[in-house]
């Protein structure tokens, strides 16, 4: 007779009954929202179920996504379609990075803000396994924040509820206070490798998210300010991708650089052919090495242009220039300052010059905005053989001014802030980068907020009047 596997009998324990029906709810819910938003089908089944008798509310780490099994069977009994919002407002705080950007911001009212900036934006799809009646509360706050920060967002919401008395504060967060943020990223704590991992899979999943939105062109997710493909393409945005695109103006060249893990090839066998069995170690002096070399950095000082932002683009720039992997040690890097014509130019050709030149930086200008003057005059310094292999221009503005009509002989990069330029005027042959103006502002201060303490009644997965 053929052997017979081991079968136990015994019936589930009533833990491990709301363990897997928990998850198989959470699976259910997630098909529901995918009929709805298939471009969101990546992030929405990128964090990993896992139980957590802590978890009041739905939680995530930017890994797992954290649950109590009986209230969430609870929930779902009572109210599916806040479950619906829940879920996916907690993955909403992943696409859009809310974990990894509270640096310098007051964590309560950080999470305050990215709560009202997620709510904000699932209120704004329109779709029905999410939507709800809009209370009083919820309208006037979209429309306070939006009236004095022109968009909501995370950031702008911070600033604006950082302006707010505590009672105000204390009414939006009973409001828009959704999910757990008690496992975010603090910035106290030592980054480990996962919680690198997560961030990089996250910008990742970012990008990809929105490229599904704009391949499927759902009008439901909107283009104005503060919808959610705003505030993904917004996420996608960051400083490390200024910085990847520094590399777009690097070149192959050797440099010195004692190698003492590499050694020359030819004396090592002149030594076997001459000495038998003696081979000769010569540490390698050069490499090469793939920076950049020659870059024109201008910077628009019109009128329209906030001169504390400039300063702190200048102070990130400065940070990745001294890096000795992105730049040889003699370089040739001109800094010049232009409005309607050229205002100043500073010629930098090491880490001490440039150094200097930051510690005595100031502005020069205030007029309106002419692209031209500046491009002349890098073209004269061409002609003049000051510089030999200029790899390219950049031009950090905000893009309200005239470009030129003709490509020049280099590569050209406008870097804008934010999405005020118009579009339609930049040469088709220009390249853009578009440059989060919340990267470069240092958060405003804030007084510490403490969240009001529950009633004796709360309940965590209350129904909002969304039936």
């Known amino acids: ?131 709800r009646p809009l209370g009083y509360v919820r309208i006037h706050a979209y429309e306070a924040i939006r009236a004095e920060e022109g968009t909501l967002a995370a950031a702008p919401a911070y600033r604006w509820l950082a302006r707010q008395g505590p009672g105000v504060q204390a009414q939006l967060y009973r409001e828009f206070h959704t999910d757990d943020h008690r496992l975010w990223p603090k910035e106290s704590d030592p980054p480990t490798s996962a919680a690198v991992q997560a961030e990089s899979t996250w910008q990742k999943l970012g990008r990809q998210t929105q490229s599904e939105m704009e391949r499927q062109h759902d009008k439901a997710a909107g283009n104005e300010p503060g919808s959610a493909e705003e505030q993904v393409r917004a996420a996608a945005r960051s400083r490390r991708s200024y910085r990847d695109f520094l590399r777009k103006f690097c070149i192959l060249r050797e440099e010195p650089h004692l190698d003492l893990d590499n050694f020359d090839v030819n004396f090592y066998t002149y030594g076997l052919s001459v000495y038998g069995n003696v081979p000769l170690i010569e540490p390698q002096e050069t490499r090469e090495a793939y920076k950049v070399e020659e870059i024109a950095l201008v910077v628009d000082t019109s009128y329209s242009t906030s001169g504390a932002l400039v300063r702190h683009f200048l102070e990130e720039t400065y940070a990745l220039l001294k890096q000795r992997e992105n730049f040889f040690l003699r370089m040739n890097l001109r800094l010049i300052q232009a409005d309607n014509v050229v205002q100043k130019d500073e010629k930098i ?87 989060d103006p919340d990267e470069f502002a240092p958060p405003e201060a804030a007084a510490p907020f403490v969240p009001p303490e529950p009633d004796d009644d709360f309940d965590a997965y209350h129904e909002l009047n969304n039936t």
């Not at 802590?54 to 209230?71: H, I, K, M, S, W």
């Not at 109210?79 to 407002?89: A, I, M, S, V």
């Not at 509270?102 to 029905?128: F, M, Q, S, T, Y």
């Not at 005595?360 to 061409?382: E, I, M, Q, W």
């Open 349 to 435: 050709t090491c880490e001490a010059e440039l150094r200097d030149a930051m510690a005595h930086f100031s502005l020069k200008g205030g007029g309106g905005t002419d692209f031209r003057p500046a491009f002349t005059y890098v073209n004269h310094l061409c002609a003049e053989k000051q510089f030999q292999n200029l790899k390219g221009l950049l031009y950090f503005t905000d893009g309200l001014g005239i470009f030129p009509e003709k490509r020049p002989a280099y590569d050209t990069a406008f870097l804008f802030l934010g999405e005020k330029y118009d579009d339609a005027a930049v040469p088709p042959w220009a390249m853009k980068l578009i440059l």
């Open 1 to 131: 007779m053929p052997e017979m596997g081991f079968t136990s009998h015994r019936a589930e324990t009533q833990e491990q009954w709301q363990l897997r029906m928990a998850a198989e709810t959470l699976a259910v819910t997630r098909s529901e929202l995918y009929l709805d938003f298939r471009y969101f089908d990546l992030a929405l089944s990128a964090l990993a179920p896992a139980a957590d008798p802590a978890a009041r509310r739905l939680a995530t780490d930017g890994v797992n996504l954290y649950f109590e099994p009986a209230a969430l069977l609870r929930l779902y009994r009572e109210n599916p379609k806040y479950l619906c919002r829940l879920l996916l407002h907690t993955v909403l705080h992943c696409v859009f990075r809310h974990l990894w950007l509270c640096a310098g911001r007051e964590p309560e009212l950080w999470g305050l803000a990215c709560d009202i900036a997620v709510e904000n934006a699932i209120d704004g799809l329109h779709k029905k396994s999410v939507e």
